[in-house]
């Protein structure tokens, strides 16, 4: 089973400043087979990235994806006040559909 | 539009039972495998169980395995997850979510149901 391990656990930033999430895997996986969700409190989880660096339909362009192997990233380029939320990474290329603990972003 | 709204959560002694479900609206259900997502009080997600498009095939976590069954009536639109033996570890936010792909068992999740509250207690 390919265990997701997220850092920080906790990031504060400013409105306007660049967030910088990690998501690191036990195991080599292919980049098709990783996602980001966001989730606010009292609401479900939403898809912003897919295959590691593909926009979901509706996601501004602030956020984007990158990495690879072992190692991936979630980036938000300029924080905007309805961005501080909790963050999940995700692998669905085994029968597991492993996620990550989180990193909460939250207002400094 | 795509919408999944769950149903059937509630409070529960431990050992018994609950089904939930989920009525699924604005794509083909039986095109796509469906999925059952959890998240206890406070914690992170935890994928708890699929199934395929004609209901031939299931997967459980090794948590609920045994415990747990999901099906599916695709002249109803509707996921289910029978959930016998229930523990107070089983308390949690239920998550009916659908794949982004249809066809296809191992793709990102989307869109997800609002979910729905169990709550096993004495």
């Known amino acids: 089973e390919v265990v997701l391990t997220q850092s920080p656990g906790t990031l504060s930033l400013s409105p306007g400043e660049r967030a910088t999430l990690s998501c690191r895997a036990s195991?080599?996986?292919?980049?098709?087979?990783l996602a980001w969700y966001q989730q606010k409190p009292g609401q479900a989880p939403r898809l912003l990235i897919y295959?590691?660096?593909s926009r979901a339909t509706g996601i501004p362009d602030r956020f984007s994806g990158s990495g690879s192997g072992t190692d991936f990233t979630l980036t938000i380029s300029r924080l905007e006040p309805e961005d501080f939320a909790v963050y999940y990474c995700?692998?669905?290329?085994?029968?597991?559909?492993?996620f990550g603990q989180g990193t909460k972003l939250e207002i400094k | 539009e795509v919408q999944l709204v769950e149903s059937g959560g509630g409070l529960v002694q431990p050992g018994g039972s609950l089904r939930l479900s989920c009525a699924a609206s604005?794509?083909?259900?039986?095109?796509?495998?469906m999925h059952w997502v959890r998240q206890a009080p406070g914690m992170g997600l935890v994928w708890v169980s699929r199934?395929?498009?004609?209901?031939?095939?299931?997967t459980y976590a090794d948590s609920v395995k045994g415990r747990f069954t999901i099906s599916r009536d695709n002249a109803k639109n509707t996921l289910y997850l029978q959930m016998n033996s229930l523990r107070a570890e089983d308390t949690a936010v239920y998550y009916c979510?659908?794949?982004?792909?249809?066809?296809?068992?191992?793709?990102?999740?989307?869109?997800w149901g609002q979910g729905t509250l169990v709550i096993v207690s004495s």
């Open positions: 979510v659908r794949p982004g792909s249809d066809y296809s068992k191992y793709t990102w999740f989307d869109p």
């Open positions: 604005g794509f083909t259900f039986s095109n796509y495998w």
């Open positions: 199934i395929n498009g004609d209901g031939g095939s299931t």
């Open positions: 195991q080599s996986v292919s980049s098709s087979y």
């Open positions: 295959g590691a660096s």
């Open positions: 995700q692998h669905y290329g085994s029968s597991q559909y492993s």
